[in-house]
């Protein structure tokens, strides 16, 4: 732990002089066909401060708590993967009902993720006037969460608005994947967001940093243990997870928790991948010479990392007039303008597990 806190530090002072020639390397490859509605340039001439500012706030928040800098990155693959990048994840529940936060899989959405964001959408509304979306906001901080713990620098393209509904909990479990999926699931489960299998290996190298509750994972541990796990690995999760309902945390990287690159991939190779849904990318054999490619090739990852996280960051936008800009990134700009879904009952959103 304590090496790994020492070389993200310095990484980060690497980061930070090699950030000019990085953009200049990455500008230069490929990237998705743009939605119709966002441009690269979009608030280039009315907030030019904008990715500034969010870079250098993350850099200090990331040096005192790295660990959020994964609470960003899921919070914006949620986004996506429910009802399109509309910052909807986002929105506190209302009296009419618990917003997609209260969906089983936002019980491990980091908190501080979201006052984040809020904070960013205050200075960044302060220096340009309320132009700028909570969603587009969420989509640049995942690059930064990306970028600044070790990964891939590449440009966002902007110009979401933020959605006026959330999505109900039925929804949000609906189009969430299931970390017990295995890989014919989740091909249909990415399909559906048109998301390729490239798509799915590159993006599943997300779990390069971040941690998870044995909640996810107990599963393989009890009551009879996954074959898959590596013994070593299995007799650590054990002691972490010492029971089917123990509350213990644990990385989802076990070589470089804190740092984005392939050892995620690597892993897998070794049967250390912690969800069936990470392991099985190395079982299946559709997937598995990605993973290998992978686990050999870093280069090769954080290309088509960055070219599947651009896509990711435009499935279902709001654009145009559509939506709105939200001043709170917790709430609508009117409650009038709120359209009810459903009233969920909290119970079940606590007893099932994501
Ligand atoms: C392939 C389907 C996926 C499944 C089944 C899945 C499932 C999960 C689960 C179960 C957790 C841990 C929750 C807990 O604390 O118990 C988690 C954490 C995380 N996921 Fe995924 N995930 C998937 C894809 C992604 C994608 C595409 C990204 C981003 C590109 C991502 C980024 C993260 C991050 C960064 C964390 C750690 C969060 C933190 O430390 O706060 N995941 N995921
Ligand atoms: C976008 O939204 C429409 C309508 O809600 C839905 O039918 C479609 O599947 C969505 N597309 C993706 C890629 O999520
Ligand atoms: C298991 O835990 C030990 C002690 O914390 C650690 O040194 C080792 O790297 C871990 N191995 C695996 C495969 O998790
Ligand atoms: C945990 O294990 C016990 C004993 O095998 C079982 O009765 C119980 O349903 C399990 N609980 C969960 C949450 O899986
Ligand atoms: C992978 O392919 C081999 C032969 O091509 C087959 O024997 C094996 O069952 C396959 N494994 C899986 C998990 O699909
Ligand atoms: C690794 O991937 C990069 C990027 O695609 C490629 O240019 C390079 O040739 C690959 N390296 C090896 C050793 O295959
Ligand atoms: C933003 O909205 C949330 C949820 O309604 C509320 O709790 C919070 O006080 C609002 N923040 C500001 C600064 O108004
Ligand atoms: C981070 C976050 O907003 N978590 C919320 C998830 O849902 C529960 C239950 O509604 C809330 O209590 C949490 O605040």
């Not at 030019?48 to 790295?66: A, G, M």
């Not at 959330?166 to 989740?186: E, I, M």
């Not at 912690?274 to 954080?302: E, G, K, M």
């Amino acid at each position: 732990m304590t090496s790994s806190s020492a070389s993200f530090i310095s990484l980060l002072l690497v980061s930070s002089f090699l950030l000019g020639s990085h953009l200049s390397l990455t500008s230069a490859q490929a990237t998705p066909p743009l939605v119709a509605g966002l441009s690269y340039n979009f608030h280039a001439t009315n907030c030019p401060s904008l990715e500034t500012t969010i870079r250098e706030y993350l850099r200090e928040i990331f040096s005192s708590d790295f660990g959020v800098a994964a609470g960003l990155l899921r919070v914006h693959f949620h986004d996506c993967f429910v009802q399109g990048c509309d910052g909807s994840v986002l929105l506190a529940g209302s009296a009419s009902g618990p917003g997609e936060q209260a969906a089983p899989p936002n019980l491990t959405l980091r908190p501080r993720a979201f006052v984040i964001i809020n904070e960013l959408r205050n200075r960044i509304h302060r220096a340009c006037g309320a132009i700028v979306s909570c969603a587009d906001i969420t989509a640049l901080c995942a690059r930064d969460a990306v970028f600044l713990t070790g990964g891939p620098d590449y440009r966002v393209p902007l110009g979401r608005r933020d959605g006026v509904t959330f999505a109900t909990r039925d929804d949000t479990l609906a189009n969430l994947p299931f970390f017990g999926s295995r890989v014919p699931t989740l091909i249909s489960d990415f399909a559906r967001k048109n998301l390729d299998v490239t798509d799915l290996v590159a993006l599943s190298g997300g779990h390069s940093i971040g941690r998870s509750n044995c909640g996810s994972f107990v599963g393989r541990l009890y009551p009879t243990r996954d074959p898959t796990l590596e013994t070593n690995f299995a007799n650590n999760l054990t002691r972490v997870c010492p029971t089917n309902t123990s509350s213990g945390l644990t990385a989802l990287d076990v070589r470089t928790p804190n740092i984005f690159d392939n050892q995620y991939f690597v892993n897998l190779v070794n049967r250390q991948g912690l969800f069936v849904s990470d392991q099985d990318l190395f079982t299946d054999n559709t997937t598995r010479p990605i993973v290998v490619s992978y686990a050999n090739n870093q280069s090769l990852f954080f290309q088509r990392l960055a070219f599947s996280m651009i896509k990711m960051s435009m499935i279902n936008v709001t654009t145009g007039t559509r939506g709105e800009i939200r001043t709170n990134c917790s709430a609508r700009n009117t409650a009038t303008s709120y359209l009810s879904t459903a009233v969920i009952d909290e119970e079940q959103g606590k007893s099932a597990s994501y």
